[in-house]
C-alpha cells in the first residue's frame, strides 16, 4: 500500500507539471496578462467575483488564467482565497438610487426620470462572427459617452408604489445570514434566499427562470427596472462615530413587476422579483429576479403547482456550483473498495442465480 501511495504522489506531480504546462501552451504565442484578461473578459471577470463572494477584478483575473478559462474551477479558487482573508467590520447596505448608471432600462414605461440608458450591451447586435477582431491591435472606435447622472435615480416600483400598485417591501433590520461562514438552514428567510442565489450558478438560476417563463411556476414578469453602474461603499468607523466611503463597485440589479389577483387582505396589485449581483451581469440578476419572485408563493398566498421554481430545497441546495461540482467530480476518484465490495457482491448473485437455474433444470430432467 505504502509503494502505492508513493507512486500516486509521483504520478500527481507530473500531473501538476504537465498541467502547468498545458496552461502556457504553445510558447511561442504571447501569454495572456492579468490586466489583459481583467480588461478584455470582463463579463467572465464578473462571472467569478459574483459567484466567488469577493469583488476583487485582478484576482477573478488571476484565477481565470491559472482555471485556464474554466470558471467554475475560477470560482473555486477565489473561494478558497476568500477564506484567508481576515473581516475587519461589515459595509452599510448600499443604496442603489446613488447609482452612476452605465446602463438603465425599463420594460414598463418609455419615459422614466433619469431615461433610458442602453450602455453597452448585445442586445441589439446581430450575433455575426466580427472577423475585424481576428485584425489585432486595430482600436475599436471610441463610442460617445453620455454624461453621468449626479443626481439621484429613483426606482420605477417607486411610481408604481405611490398608487399603492404594487406590494410594498416590509423593512427588515435583522442581519441575514452569512453563507460564506454558516451552512444553509431551510426553510430561509428571503435575504438568505437571495444570497443563495447571488452565489447560485448563472446556468442553473437561469434553467429555473426560464422554466417559470414556460408555465413551471405562473411567473409572466415586466422587466420594471435593470441598472448596471457603480455605487459608493461605506462603512461606519467606530473610533470617527460616522461612515466613511471606503471604495466603489460595480453591480447589475433587477426589479421585476409581476401580477398577483390578490388575497383575502391584500387588493389586486403588483408585486416584486429582485436581483442584485457584483459586477455586469445582467442575465443572472433578471433570472434571479424570476426565481425570487416564484419562491414567494407562500407568503403571497399562492397555489405551489409544483414546480422545480417553486421548491425552496431543490433550488437552494443544487445551485451552488462548487458543491454541485465537487460533490460530481468525486466520483472520478479512486473507489477501488468499494468497486471491489460491489463486484464481489454481483459475482455472489450471478453464482446463486446460476446455481438455481442448474437445480431447477435437474428437476425438470428428473
Not at 421585476?256 to 449581483?277: A, C, H, I
Not at 421554481?309 to 437552494?316: G, I, K, S, T
Amino acid at each position: 500500500m505504502y509503494v502505492a501511495v508513493k507512486g500516486g504522489e509521483r504520478a500527481i506531480d507530473n500531473a501538476h507539471t504537465w498541467l502547468a504546462e498545458e496552461r502556457r501552451g504553445d510558447l511561442d504565442v504571447a501569454e495572456l496578462s492579468i490586466a489583459q484578461i481583467r480588461e478584455q473578459l470582463k463579463l467572465a471577470v464578473t462571472r467569478v467575483m459574483a459567484e466567488g463572494s469577493l469583488y476583487d477584478p485582478d484576482l477573478a483575473a488571476l484565477a481565470i488564467k491559472q482555471a485556464r478559462g474554466d470558471l467554475i474551477e475560477a470560482i473555486f479558487l477565489i473561494r478558497a482565497y476568500r477564506t484567508t482573508l481576515p473581516r475587519f467590520g461589515v459595509s452599510n447596505p448600499i443604496d442603489t438610487a446613488d447609482m452612476t448608471c452605465d446602463r438603465r432600462v425599463s420594460a414598463t414605461y418609455k419615459d422614466v426620470p433619469g431615461g433610458q440608458v442602453l450602455g453597452p450591451t448585445f442586445d441589439y447586435t446581430h450575433r455575426l462572427l466580427d472577423f475585424a477582431l481576428a485584425a489585432e491591435g486595430e482600436a475599436p472606435v471610441p463610442a460617445p459617452k453620455a454624461e453621468p447622472r449626479r443626481e439621484p435615480t429613483p426606482h420605477v416600483t417607486e411610481f408604481l408604489n405611490k398608487e399603492g400598485l404594487i406590494q410594498g417591501e416590509a423593512p427588515n433590520d435583522e442581519t441575514p445570514p452569512d453563507l460564506t461562514r454558516e451552512p444553509i438552514k431551510l426553510p430561509g428567510t428571503r435575504p438568505l434566499r437571495l444570497q443563495s442565489l447571488a452565489r447560485g450558478d448563472e446556468g442553473f438560476v437561469l434553467s429555473m427562470a426560464y422554466s417559470t417563463q414556460r408555465g413551471y411556476g405562473r411567473n409572466h414578469p415586466f422587466v420594471g427596472e435593470l441598472r448596471i453602474g457603480q455605487v459608493p461603499v461605506e462603512m461606519e468607523i467606530p473610533e470617527l462615530g460616522f461612515s466613511i466611503e471606503i471604495g466603489e463597485i460595480e453591480v447589475t440589479e433587477c426589479e421585476t413587476v409581476n401580477q398577483f389577483t390578490g388575497s383575502k387582505t391584500e387588493p389586486p396589485q403588483f408585486t416584486r422579483g429582485y436581483g442584485l449581483t457584483l459586477g455586469m451581469c445582467e442575465r443572472k440578476a433578471i433570472s434571479m429576479a424570476l426565481v425570487d419572485r416564484a419562491l414567494r408563493w407562500e407568503e403571497l398566498g399562492e397555489d405551489n403547482v409544483g414546480a422545480p421554481a417553486q421548491d425552496e430545497e431543490f433550488v437552494l441546495m443544487h445551485s451552488d456550483n462548487i458543491q454541485a461540482s465537487g460533490f460530481l467530480e468525486h466520483i472520478k476518484l479512486p473507489h477501488y473498495v468499494d468497486f471491489q465490495s460491489e463486484l464481489e457482491l454481483i459475482r455472489k448473485i450471478r453464482r446463486e442465480v446460476a446455481q438455481a437455474q442448474t437445480e431447477q433444470t435437474q428437476e425438470a430432467a428428473e
